[in-house]
């Protein structure tokens, strides 16, 4: 191809096969046929007990936004020869549908509708790969910072992995993510223009280099920043880079803001339980001690069982690459769509692998709240006339394993979702990014500690009514029954 396409529309990221796919429903006549499509993952990320979710602003933001270009037409028509009767009918699509989703900062799990989509069939399919390209990853650094932030507690992490991230759009959406996750500050700033994530940032080894020595690095930052941390490992911590910044401090005194050291090397536990004892003993005991180097929630957890002494994480690699799970499996189904008649029918998709058989109909989910304590028991999967917060005592019950059960009394069920788009109109407002972050704070209180702990959580219970389950059990037979009569075995 030698021709060059303006790159001026998100519409084309997609799979082709959502292409040819809106193309036969179009010539068939099915395109406006109403379809309800379920976004969700099937297992927790990290061996995690929950997931954060993120990435809705965005997805608004393509939803409302969704058009092909001239250029995008152009393309498809002359490069991959799409007919000027399929392309005159792409020029007309914009996104109409009704769109129910969890806000960013909620609590998400297995096998329950982060998403819900409700639009004519073609546009409800050309925007999987996209919402699902978001979510997939928003949601799991959102969920990987907060894993870490679980493990950290009260002192400060800063993302620094913008050098290591898969990207550009990876460094931006995945600060943003981590900041809904709980981090408190990240060294793009582009990321601070955009979102207006609070930035933050030392200096690196190369000043020490420039300068050649430490005294006259550490001097010259000094001179034209009033906040000073230095990093102190760059020739010998102990021996040079710790009383070099000390005597710098000293040196200045109220002309600088002698915020602290970064420690990027070596023994983390050591280095920072002797920096505390120097800076304390030269009369530093508000200089705190920041680390960097290749950490995680592992690494912190056991430098803090070492008795590290270190005030700020910086954390880079590990974090924005989500490096020991690098995807969300999130998975996008039909679980429902408008028959010849115009009534909805169910639809179901099998598996050998019962986790795997998808929850067929149109339905809801609840978190159902114990009153007297503020913990959650569950969620909890009903059709959609159904309404869980009318019955007494609710039965919850493992949709895989059915014998494990349980009643549950005196209790709210809170539906999970929000109607953000109604008939393509955006009608929800986005919060700012912190509200975000304390409602992710928040909702932790819902959890008992046994599904937030890092190391083997107890299994959140996503339960399906017995209306839902019977559903679900009549629909297998169904298509089970229909694959037999077709074989005819
Ligand atoms: N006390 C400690 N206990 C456990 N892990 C630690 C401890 N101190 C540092 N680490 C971690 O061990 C790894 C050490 O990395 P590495 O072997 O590359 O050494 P380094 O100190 O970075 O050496 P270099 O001088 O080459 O930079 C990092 O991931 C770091 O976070
Ligand atoms: O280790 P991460 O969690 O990925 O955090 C980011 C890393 O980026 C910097 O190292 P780099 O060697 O790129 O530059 P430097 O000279 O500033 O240390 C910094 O010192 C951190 O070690
Ligand atoms: O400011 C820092 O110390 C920093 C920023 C990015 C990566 N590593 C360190």
């Known amino acids: 191809m030698d021709k060059h396409y303006t790159d001026d529309s998100l519409a084309l990221h997609t799979d082709l096969y959502q292409i040819n796919m809106s193309e036969a429903y179009w010539a068939d006549g099915m395109h406006n046929r109403k379809a309800v499509f379920e976004l969700f993952f099937r297992k927790l990320p990290f061996g995690n007990g929950y997931a954060l979710f993120a990435g809705l602003e965005r997805v608004l933001d393509y939803l409302k936004n969704f058009k092909f270009t001239e250029s995008d037409l152009k393309y498809l028509h002359e490069e991959l020869g799409y007919k000027e009767d399929f392309i005159a009918y792409l020029r007309t699509i914009r996104f109409t549908g009704t769109v129910y989703s969890v806000v960013e900062g909620e609590l998400v799990f297995q096998n329950e509708a982060l998403i819900r989509v409700e639009a004519p069939l073609v546009e409800a399919q050309l925007i999987e790969t996209a919402l699902l390209n978001i979510v997939n990853y928003q949601t799991l650094i959102a969920t990987k910072a907060s894993r870490i932030k679980q493990i950290v507690k009260k002192e400060k992490v800063m993302e620094f992995g913008t050098r290591r991230a898969q990207e550009m759009d990876a460094a931006i959406w995945g600060t943003r993510a981590a900041y809904i996750g709980g981090l408190e500050a990240t060294s793009n700033v582009r990321a601070g223009k955009k979102f207006g994530i609070p930035v933050a940032g030392t200096h690196a080894h190369s000043m020490v280099q420039a300068y050649k020595d430490e005294y006259e690095a550490f001097r010259a930052y000094a001179k034209r920043h009033k906040n000073c941390v230095f990093l102190v490992d ?156 009318s019955e007494e005592r609710l039965k919850m019950f493992h949709p895989v394993h059915t014998f494990v059960s349980k009643f549950v009394t005196n209790f709210d069920a809170v539906n999970i979702h929000q109607k953000v788009i109604e008939n393509g109109e955006v009608i929800y407002d986005n919060p700012s990014l912190k509200e975000m972050q304390l409602y992710g704070i928040q909702n932790m209180e819902l959890l008992w500690d046994e599904y937030k702990r890092s190391l083997n959580p107890e299994e959140y219970p996503v339960d399906l009514s017995q209306k839902c389950w019977d559903n679900k059990m009549k629909n297998i037979q169904e298509v089970r029954q229909a694959v037999h009569d077709y074989i005819g075995d």
Do not use: C, H
Request: proline share 3%.
């Open 234 to 389: 760059t020739y010998d911590t102990l021996k040079s880079g710790l009383p070099i910044a000390i005597k710098v401090a000293q040196e200045l005194g109220d002309q600088i803001n002698f915020q602290g050291i970064r420690l990027d090397s070596g023994d983390i536990a050591f280095l920072s339980k002797e920096a505390r004892k120097m800076l304390d003993a030269a009369g530093f005991p508000d200089a705190e001690v920041v680390v960097s180097n290749d950490l995680d929630e592992y690494t912190i957890l056991n430098l803090k069982a070492q008795g590290a002494r270190v005030d700020a994480w910086g954390i880079g690699t590990k974090l924005i690459t989500a490096y020991d799970q690098p995807a969300l499996g999130a998975v996008y189904k039909l679980v429902a769509i408008e028959n010849e008649n115009g009534e909805m029918e169910d639809t179901i998709k099998i598996s050998g692998t019962a986790e795997k058989v998808t929850t067929p109909g149109l339905k809801n989910v609840y978190r159902i709240i114990d009153r007297e304590n503020g913990k959650s028991e569950g969620d909890y999967i009903a059709m959609q006339d159904e309404d869980p917060a």
